[in-house]
């Protein structure tokens, strides 16, 4: 099976027998390919348009089945989210590893036994449905989890920070996961990211005057602007980033004692991301490269996991912490709050139909399961008010009966009628309390919160944070926790988002009163391109002495290994066929993902082969089809069809983008001259020769000899080997040459 197709049908998902969800969903499931003739919405059978006899008809314009059509599809669109609109999603279950009854007594949490079902949405917060993947956001990740107590959704995005702290704010910059709000306590945080209201331009990045305004006229915005405009704002994919639950929550354990918890989704396969040049052109070349990439991964059984982890203040130590617990835009410093992880979910089911389960899925702060509760703190506060009224507004007031948001437990209460209303309810009563006791609340239940008391913590969570300095300390920590690669990607798209903005007075005020204050040699890289004069150049004598060591930096995740990575293999007529198997065999006993790109096609030819009575091998895309951003390395086996590939500038400009975008190459026998002919621009560039054995020259990894075959084992255990497929192994583990970008990225 094609690896890059959309997969479809039985195959493309796990066995949904362990499922409960899966089950539930199969009741309002129909299958297209089922052996049923068309019948109307009524149920009526539809006649052969060939046996039809119109010169008799009856019907005064067109017959009842196509009048039916024709409505259907004027009323199949709904308004869609007014952010996070373009997404995507997939089912599967979650599992803990560690009981945190210590810190709450919901069983989802507590119970060893249980295998949850779940569905997660993933998103792009600024464009409509209809935009990019790989445009530089903020992505969403949102999960619904299918508990025996009712559902729990945590809505978590890939920034651990909120562009605002009071709900007042909001809308004029985003609408987080409220889709369609239309709340007047938010009309301030949407609209700054949203385009222009004169031109409707600037939809599908960030840099434009309105956004860059809102975040100098909003220091505490900064922190999130400075993760966006970081490698974190254009992930490699879905399954690998984080997603961080962002707010504070309220947990209650069995001994009636309360802490305070953030939660955060840690992927197994590592976080990587893309070079800026390479996700602007993987925009155009294919714009569903996440949602592709999420798909695919699945249906070739390669899930994706993430762990939960939690971070927890026990309540009578909330109030000694230095920093401020219930503002969203500081993280909580690790250091000070450890991560602890507690679960693992894993995604093994695609979606069967993308508007039914993905465009309908709802998600609500307030979904929580007995055990947890809304914290004190006021933007989570304004967003619990607003989620109801948006998804009324946008899918419906029962919303919640649709089948990918109905819980899989029972459910059972007062709320009755509204649009598409699904569920028939019994009785003479719809209030509470009735005259017959009908439907009480449960006095058994657990509880989900309780109220704050004592003046400590309600000074704490009703004053408005206005240290400002401390804001600082947090984003001088973000900034030295890069190394030099990630800083001067950062100065990159710093000066590229701010390079937008026509209005001159917008990035010098960013410049002297934001950026100067976290880190001058940013600041002044930024001015000298844009033209920008720095006037607050020297720091303040405070800001110098104040220390941050409380607050833990955020190293660089090292990723080692290759599990479901990308690599493209050049073939032609001619190819080697012993060094063309043994590189993919050793490739795909380390978990990647081999796709053969030729000129055609059409089947080609190993060296020696009679066409005519060979089977030959048939690629899985040609060069026409497919282009270098799409795959995380590439190899090129030796041969006689190396005199072909040379002559073709498509495939000299894959091997120099590959190169440029630092990833891995890997060459045997005189496939080395392709590549020396293709990065001739390139300096003293060092490729093997007749006299040596491999050569690895930042991340091109070359030899003339055969290459060897090796098994699960042997590239498992080959980190300390310096053979061919060991080294290019390593290298793609990588995915991103740090050591050529340090040595070349100065000629871009």
């Not at 920093?323 to 991560?339: A, C, G, K, Q, S």
């Not at 002044?524 to 720091?539: F, K, P, S, W």
């Not at 073709?648 to 590549?675: D, Q, Y």
Request: charged share 25%; aromatic share 8%.
């Amino acid at each position: 099976m094609d690896r890059l197709a959309i997969a479809r049908g039985p195959e493309d998902a796990a066995d949904v027998s362990d499922n409960q969800k899966l089950l539930d969903l199969a009741e309002d499931t129909v299958d297209i390919n089922a052996e049923s003739n068309m019948t109307t919405d009524a149920g009526a059978s539809i006649l052969p348009k060939r046996q039809r006899n119109y010169e008799r008809s009856s019907h005064i314009v067109v017959p009842v089945d196509a009048v039916e059509k024709i409505q259907h599809f004027n009323g199949e669109r709904i308004p869609e989210r007014a952010v996070y609109a373009r997404g995507t999603g997939a089912f599967g279950n979650f599992r803990l590893i560690q009981s945190a009854e210590d810190v709450t007594m919901a069983g989802i949490l507590c119970d060893m036994s249980r295998t949850t079902p779940v569905f997660a949405r993933f998103s792009n917060l600024t464009g409509s449905a209809g935009s990019s993947d790989t445009c530089r956001d903020v992505r969403g990740f949102a999960v619904k989890m299918y508990t025996t107590e009712g559902n729990w959704d945590m809505l978590c995005q890939n920034i651990p920070v909120s562009p605002v702290r009071d709900g007042d704010d909001f809308s004029d910059f985003s609408e987080f996961n409220a889709p369609g709000l239309d709340a007047s306590c938010l009309k301030t945080t949407v609209h700054s990211i949203k385009p222009e209201p004169h031109t409707g331009l600037s939809y599908g990045h960030l840099g434009h005057n309105n956004f860059w305004d809102f975040v100098t006229l909003h220091p505490e915005s900064v922190h999130m602007a400075l993760w966006l405009m970081s490698d974190h704002g254009i992930p490699r994919s879905y399954r690998m980033m984080k997603g961080f639950g962002v707010h504070t929550f309220t947990t209650v354990n069995k001994q009636a004692q309360r802490h305070y918890v953030r939660f955060q989704w840690i992927p197994t396969l590592g976080t990587r991301f893309l070079h800026p040049d390479e996700a602007v052109k993987l925009a155009g070349h294919d714009p569903d490269y996440y949602r592709r990439d999420l798909r695919v991964s699945i249906a070739n059984k390669c899930y994706p996991k993430w762990n939960l982890a939690i971070q927890a203040i026990p309540e009578t130590e909330a109030g000694d912490m230095e920093f401020d617990i219930f503002d969203p835009t500081r993280v909580w410093p690790e250091d000070r709050v450890p991560l602890r992880i507690i679960g693992v979910v894993e995604l093994n089911h695609n979606v069967d139909e993308m508007f039914s389960q993905v465009e309908q899925a709802a998600f609500r702060p307030t979904n929580l399961v007995p055990g947890m509760g809304i914290s004190p703190e006021p933007l989570l506060q304004y967003r619990a008010l607003a989620y109801a009224d948006a998804q009324a507004r946008r899918v419906g007031s029962n919303v919640a009966e649709l089948p990918v948001n109905r819980p899989c437990c029972p459910v059972l209460n007062h709320n009755r009628d509204g649009e598409m209303r699904l569920r028939i309810t019994r009785g003479s009563v719809n209030y509470w309390p009735n005259r017959f006791w009908a439907c009480p609340p449960d006095s058994n239940s657990l509880p989900t919160s309780r109220e704050s008391t004592g003046p400590k913590l309600r000074d704490h969570h009703t004053e408005t944070p206005t240290d400002n300095r401390l804001d600082s300390d947090q984003l001088k920590s973000f900034i030295n926790s890069l190394d030099d690669i990630e800083r001067k990607h950062i100065t990159a798209s710093l000066t590229l988002s701010l390079g937008y903005c026509d209005d001159p007075t917008v990035p010098e005020r960013f410049l002297n009163q934001q950026m100067v204050k976290i880190d001058q040699d940013i600041a002044r890289c930024i001015a000298e391109a844009l033209g920008v004069e720095l006037q607050n150049i020297h720091r303040p004598a405070e800001a110098q002495e104040h220390q941050t060591a409380h607050l833990k930096t955020l190293p660089s995740v090292i990723n080692n290994h290759s599990r479901s990575l990308r690599v493209a293999v050049f073939v032609d007529n001619g190819y080697d066929k012993d060094d063309l198997e043994a590189g993919i065999s050793s490739l795909q006993a380390a978990g990647c993902f081999t796709y053969v790109i030729s000129s055609t096609p059409a089947k080609v030819f190993h060296a020696g082969a009679d066409p005519i009575h060979s089977t030959g091998l048939r690629p899985d895309h040609s060069f026409l089809t497919r282009q270098s951003t799409e795959f995380d390395g590439l190899f090129v086996p030796g041969g006689l069809h190396i005199y072909e590939l040379a002559r073709k500038p498509s495939v000299r400009s894959w091997v120099s983008e590959t190169f440029w975008h630092f990833k891995p190459i890997g060459i045997t026998g005189n496939a080395v001259k392709l590549v020396r002919d293709a990065l001739s621009t390139v300096p003293d560039i060092e490729l093997a020769t007749d006299d040596t054995t491999t050569v690895d020259w930042y991340g091109i990894v070359s030899t003339i000899e055969k290459v060897r075959p090796y098994s699960v084992l042997d590239v498992a255990a080959s980190h300390p080997r310096s053979d061919f497929v060991c080294l290019f192994h390593n290298r793609i583990c990588e995915r991103s040459i740090r050591q050529r970008e340090r040595k070349f990225g100065y000629l871009l």
